[in-house]
């Protein structure tokens, strides 16, 4: 079965670091997205992607973060300066299309920022 | 704008009885509703999913949950619970553009021997 890969699984950085987090989507699906969930808490929409273009954003998703999908392969979810409360797991899903699909999650990237 | 509402941070019951975990809606549109799971240090699974279909919704490990828009409930059912089961259930919804699922705050399955 089709799989959403995400690396690296666990990340630690710096304070202040820029992280660049990755994912593969599901290779015929057109719709991309990020979720994080710090420990113990709900999951959070963050973004999501279309057509090369941010399609929505939650107000979590200020100027520190940027999606890419630099290569028609790739997913990436870049925090420019991470702030101890970044410290979450990072969820990337994908979906063939809107409506009636439900989405492929990855396993996640659990970021811990010290 | 969608959003859910999982009553009972944390269920508990023993192996073999009856699972029941709530869910309510809200929207302004018809909703796209969904089931997920999610085991220890693992990512998130699909269930089952409602899309305006059959109200009464057949997932994945023996799981089925009914839409019924009168009381805006989305209940995950199971007949039987088995210690496998155990686990962190997420209801979520989305509307018409499917483009922002949003999920509730999550309910921990605990299954006693």
């Known amino acids: 079965e089709p799989e959403v890969t995400q690396t690296p699984s666990h990340q630690v950085t710096q304070m202040g670091q820029e992280v660049i987090l990755r994912c593969v989507p599901i290779s015929n699906h057109l719709y991309f997205y990020w979720y994080r969930q710090i420990l113990g808490q709900k999951v959070e929409f963050l973004v999501s992607?279309?057509?090369?273009?941010?399609?929505?954003k939650s107000e979590i998703f200020d100027d520190q973060f940027s999606v890419e999908r630099p290569d028609g392969s790739n997913f990436t979810l870049k925090i420019r300066s991470t702030k101890l409360e970044d410290s979450a797991m990072y969820f990337c899903?994908?979906?063939?299309?809107?409506?009636?699909?439900?989405?492929?999650f990855g396993s996640g990237t659990r970021l811990t920022v010290v | 704008a969608q959003s859910v509402t999982q009553l009972g941070s944390h269920v508990s019951v023993s192996e073999g009885a009856l699972v029941l975990l709530r869910c309510n809606y809200s929207s302004s549109v018809p909703p796209y509703l969904f089931w997920y799971v999610q085991y220890p240090n693992q990512g998130l699974q699909l269930l089952l999913k409602?899309?305006?279909?059959?109200?009464l919704v057949k997932g994945i490990n023996g799981f089925e949950a009914e839409f019924k828009k009168s009381e805006t409930s989305f209940h995950l059912t199971k007949p039987s619970a088995h210690m496998s089961d155990a686990a962190e259930y997420f209801c979520a919804v989305t509307g018409y553009n499917n483009n922002d699922m949003r999920f509730g705050a999550g309910t921990r399955l605990t299954v006693k021997p």
């Open positions: 899903a994908s979906s063939a299309g809107t409506l009636n699909y439900g989405y492929t």
């Open positions: 992607f279309y057509n090369n273009e941010i399609s929505e």
């Open positions: 409602y899309t305006s279909a059959a109200t």
